[in-house]
């Protein structure tokens, strides 16, 4: 089964730190962009951060620029997101995608109609 799948949330306390994962399962994520988006509760979905296919563009949001980091290993057919110095208002389901021969940029991430494939959320809570 074509798939992504996101791992790594939980509960953190904050200024701490988590590192998601998002794998691809029955393809190979090197043609592909990923994006992570995440959804608080009662808001819309938001795009946090993203990796080109070849690595060479990453986008963060302003709200984490300097405390996230995305990164890829095509060998392992996964991207992560390294998130440090968490806030509570980092807390969210956070989602990755894929989107095929996406391309990001400093200012700019593909939109949501973009990707090609979406995993199912991991839940990251930050709260002490």
């Known amino acids: 089964q074509v798939q992504l799948v996101e791992s790594g949330g939980g509960l953190v306390q904050p200024g701490g730190s988590l590192r998601l994962s998002c794998t691809a399962s029955q393809f190979t994520l090197d043609y592909y962009s990923v994006g992570w988006f995440r959804q608080a509760p009662g808001k819309e979905r938001e795009g946090v951060s993203c990796?080109?296919?070849?690595?060479?563009?990453?986008y963060y949001a302003d709200s984490v620029k300097g405390r996230f980091s995305i990164f890829r290993d095509n060998a392992k057919n996964t991207a992560y997101l390294q998130m440090d110095s968490l806030k509570s208002d980092d807390t969210a389901v956070y989602y990755c995608a894929a989107d095929l021969f996406g391309e990001c940029h400093a200012d700019s991430m593909p939109p949501r109609r973009d990707y090609d494939y979406w995993g199912q959320g991991t839940q990251v809570t930050v709260s002490s």
């Open positions: 990796i080109s296919h070849s690595s060479d563009g990453t």
